[in-house]
Structure formats: C-alpha cells, structure tokens
C-alpha cells in the first residue's frame, strides 16, 4: 500500500508514525498510528522508525508500506538543549528565553549581564546544542553583548551561536565568531528592539533551524535522512506550531498537553484592553512554558506531594493510594488507577495554567492603591485544546479542563472564562499535524477539524469576552470611575477659575 505522507515523532522512549493519504485533497485522511521503542540510545534511529511503520503495517492490516514523503518531530537525543544571555533579566533576557521555549528548545540556564567564571563553568557541563546571544535594545547598550560573545568564543565549544541582540553589534558578532571560531553563527532580528517591544519570532524559525542541522548529527540519529525526507522539528516546536494555525482559523487558543514526565502549555492569543492598560511588561502572543515537576507518570510522586496525601485520600476514597502507586506503569490498567491519574492530571492543568497565565495584583505606594497585571492574559480564550495520552484517552478529560475556569475563584487569576470551549485532540496528532502544516496547510487544517470533531467557523472570533465573575474587570471599572470623577471635578474648578474649554483645551477667559 502507498500513502502520501508518514509523520514520525521520536521520543525519548517511544517512537510513533502517523500515516495520511489524500493530503492535497479535499478530504484528506489519518489512516492509522504505529509505535515502537525508540532505538537512538542503540545507536540507529531507524531501528525504531522501522519498527513503528512494521506496527503500523500490523494494525492496517497490510504486509508492507510505501511512502512519498516522511516528515519528523523528536525530542530524543536530548532534544534541543539551549542556553540563552541576554541584558537585564525581565527585558532581553525572558524574549530569548520566550523565543527559545516557543521554537521548542529545552531550556538548561539563562544568564542576564555580562557572564561570570561561575556562568562559563555552568555553559561547559551543560554542553549545550545552541547558544542564544541577546542584549541591548538597538541602538542601546552594546558591551554586554559583545563581552558575552567573546567568552563563549574563548570556551572553545564549537556551538552554533544565535545572535538577537542590538543591531548595531552585528559586524562585531561576526568577526568574534568567525570561520576559525568552530561555530556556526546566525544572525536573526533583536528579540528586544525597542523598551516594551517582544519580537520573537524571527529568532523562533532559526532556532528551528538551527535543530535541524544540529538532529541529524547527534548520536543515533546519524542516518535518519535515510528515511526522513522532510522538515525535522523540535516536538515541542510542532505543537506551537500547530497551535498557531489553530489560532488562524478559530482565534484565542490555549493548548494543553499533559505528559508522563511534564506538562506545557502552549497559548496563541492577544490580550484585552483593559488589562493591556495596565500591564507592567510585555507578553508574546504566542507563549509556550513547560513545567517538569509536573508529570503524571514521571513525577507522580511529585503531583502526590503537592495535592497532600491526606487530601488526595479524601479526593479519592475508595482507593488504596499505596497499592496504587506501586502498581501504575506509565499507562492505568484499571478504574482505580484511571481515577488515580485523572485526579493527578486535574491537578497538573490547574496548577500549569496558573503558572504560565499572569495575574491581577495591587501595588500600594505614597499616593495609594494601584493595580497592575503581570504575566499572560487568557481571559480572552475562546477554545482550550487537550492533547497528549491524558487529555485525550482518560474519560473525564473533557470535566478536567473545565475545572480551570471554576479554580479562578478570586476572579484576580488572568484565566480563561467558564464561555471557554473545550475541545480533544482526539486522534492524539496535534504535534504530527504541527510539522505536517510547514508543508500542507489547508490539508492540515482539515485533519484538525476532524480529530478535534469541530467544524472550523468561516471567519475566527477574537471579539471582547466578558465575565460576571471577573473581578479584575469590576477593580478596573472603579478605577475608571475614579478618573473620571477626578476628571469632572477639574474641570469644574478650572472654570470656576475662568477658564473655558475651546478645541478640547481649557484657557484662560480674556
């Protein structure tokens, strides 16, 4: 049998292959997904790839398969571990570190200001796959960055080195990394160009870049152009990548996966007006952040410790917790054990979505209370997604995510609103169609209608929400109020001055 196309994610443990035939019709089609142990760690990607299409070959029912094209996503050989410098921590230094973590990297240090013996010695065990360099809004400040570089160069690594910092240190990059440095260099736009200014994805598409040069020579993966003849992207990455287009087609979007080891959430989606008004630093509108104490296999242990045993025990009791614990193995085999993971996986969305969403708080100073916004806003979000083996195969998934809402019990939390739609990546192929829409757009938006059962409107909805429960929308409203008494009662005093208000401005009576 021929397809048109294979998608395969490498894992770190599994490797699975998803098949599609039809791509470019108006009716393309998932035919079925195979899996097999990844085979990087005994050196031969293909070992694994080959297994998986054998598995796959095995639940079709057919002796062998052929293909015109095999796309990737992996997050084996240790994904793509990164270290990224910048300036000053809030401002340079977390974009590169948001262009990083959206493009699908692992992040293992940042540093902000010039680097220390202390940094230089942490950059050399980390060993890292790509070094990103940033500093300086353009036409700022130059020495941090170019001090930067040249350390990294002096460390004799021979790492590809990204460079997003303050245009006018460009040529000074290039003659620090040059053709005897040993590391490839790529220049992309300043990820921090101007105070209160993201502009991450430039720097995103090279980083994805960059791991595809750097994939097919990590150790195992050597040969895996024999059988991958497409792009090759960070999981991660793909995810993004997919919840952009969903973005595209149905506004405002979060999505959650829940994994054995962690949990990200991936968010597309712009802030309101109001709390624009009084955000106290900027937010990409594309966000990705990974918690990696969060994972329901992985770190069960972890989750366990945070809910407290005594309260999981009254959450769930007709359990044997212990029994439980010892007897779970990556995938729950029983209704003790699926209660048992559905109550870690609640507990995992709730407590990554507070992480990676802002929240409203009051700053008290000498002319008294004021409120601010930090972090991301979601309030805005029309459509959460679960995908991963949790939010797609467990059977209260869909009550899981609707618990978001209802944790937002002070209203001040940046959440999405209980209006939310929730939606399952029900074929569980979210990250496969991420890379497979580099190349096939429309059909992979059609394949997304279908595994989330969800037929995509005509024209995406990004309209105003509102909520009664919002407490942050009541707090803004009074403070409107208050300027705009303040605002009254100075015109009344201006004209009881004698002034007189002619094109908007007040000036004195002759």
């Known amino acids: 049998m021929k397809v048109d196309v294979l998608v395969?994610?490498?894992?770190?443990?599994?490797t699975v292959v998803n098949a599609f035939k039809d791509i470019n019709t108006e009716d393309p089609?998932?035919?079925?997904?195979?899996?097999?142990?990844?085979?990087?760690?005994?050196?031969?990607?293909?070992i694994g790839l080959q297994g998986a299409i054998d598995d796959l070959c095995k639940k079709m029912g057919i002796d062998s398969l052929e293909y015109d094209e095999m796309l990737a996503t992996s997050s084996a050989a240790g994904g793509l571990k990164m270290t990224v410098h910048g300036l000053v921590y809030d401002m340079t230094a977390k974009a590169a570190k948001e262009a990083a973590l959206g493009a699908g990297a692992i992040i293992h240090y940042v540093t902000a200001g010039k680097l220390r013996r202390?940094?230089?010695?942490?950059?050399?065990?980390?060993?890292?796959?790509?070094?990103?360099?940033?500093?300086?809004?353009?036409?700022?400040?130059?020495?941090?960055?170019?001090?930067?570089?040249?350390?990294?160069?002096?460390?004799?690594?021979?790492?590809p080195i990204i460079y997003a910092g303050n245009v006018e240190n460009q040529e000074e990059i290039k003659l620090i990394f040059d053709e005897e440095s040993g590391s490839k260099l790529y220049i992309v736009e300043n990820v921090y160009p101007k105070i209160d200014d993201l502009n991450v994805e430039p720097a995103r598409k090279v980083i994805q870049d960059a791991f595809e040069d750097h994939i097919i020579h990590a150790p195992g993966m050597e040969h895996v152009r024999d059988m991958v003849n497409g792009p090759i992207i960070p999981t991660p990455g793909a995810v993004m990548e997919a919840t952009k287009l969903l973005n595209e087609c149905i506004g405002n979007v979060v999505v959650l996966d829940v994994g054995g080891a962690t949990t990200d959430v991936h968010s597309?989606?712009?802030?309101?007006?109001?709390?624009?008004?009084?955000?106290?630093?900027?937010?990409?509108?594309?966000?990705?952040t990974v918690e990696g104490d969060l994972g329901v296999y992985v770190n069960m242990k972890n989750i366990v410790e945070l809910i407290g045993e005594e309260k999981l025990a009254?959450?769930?009791?007709?359990?044997?917790?212990?029994?439980?614990?010892?007897?779970?193995?990556?995938?729950?085999?029983?209704?003790?054990?699926?209660?048992?993971?559905?109550r870690l996986t609640k507990e995992a969305v709730v407590r990554s979505?507070?992480?990676?969403?802002?929240?409203?708080?009051?700053?008290?100073?000498?002319?008294?209370?004021?409120?601010?916004?930090e972090g991301k806003d979601l309030t805005q979000v029309k459509y959460i997604i679960g995908t991963g083996g949790a939010l797609t195969r467990l059977p209260h998934r869909v009550e899981i995510m609707e618990d978001i809402a209802k944790h937002n019990e002070t209203g001040l939390l940046l959440f999405p609103s209980e209006s939310a739609r929730i939606l399952v990546d029900n074929d569980y192929i979210i990250a496969s169609l991420g890379v497979l829409s580099k190349k096939y757009k429309e059909g992979t938006i059609k394949l997304l209608e279908k595994s989330l059962?969800?037929?995509?409107?005509?024209?995406?909805?990004?309209?105003?929400?509102?909520?009664?429960?919002?407490?942050?929308?009541?707090?803004?409203?009074?403070?409107?109020?208050?300027?705009?008494?303040?605002?009254?009662?100075l015109e009344e005093h201006l004209r009881e001055e004698g002034y007189e208000c002619i094109n908007g401005e007040y000036v004195k009576k002759e």
Request: some cysteine; charged content about 30%.
């Open 453 to 489: 059962n969800f037929k995509f409107p005509a024209k995406k909805d990004d309209g105003p929400i509102r909520s009664a429960k919002a407490a942050y929308l009541q707090e803004l409203e009074r403070l409107e109020a208050i300027e705009n008494k303040k605002k009254k009662e």
């Open 118 to 159: 202390t940094d230089i010695k942490k950059i050399k065990e980390i060993k890292p796959n790509l070094i990103l360099i940033a500093g300086g809004v353009d036409y700022g400040e130059r020495d941090t960055a170019v001090y930067n570089a040249e350390m990294i160069r002096n460390m004799g690594l021979n790492t």
């Open 314 to 342: 009254e959450d769930l009791p007709n359990i044997n917790l212990q029994t439980v614990m010892e007897s779970y193995k990556a995938i729950p085999k029983n209704d003790d054990e699926r209660a048992f993971v559905e």
């Open 8 to 14: 395969a994610e490498i894992g770190s443990t599994t």
């Open 268 to 288: 597309v989606c712009e802030e309101s007006d109001q709390i624009a008004r009084i955000m106290i630093s900027p937010e990409p509108k594309a966000k990705r």
């Open 353 to 373: 979505v507070e992480r990676h969403a802002g929240q409203i708080r009051y700053i008290y100073g000498p002319s008294g209370r004021s409120t601010v916004a």
């Open 29 to 46: 089609i998932f035919l079925a997904q195979g899996q097999a142990p990844t085979s990087v760690m005994d050196g031969d990607v293909r």
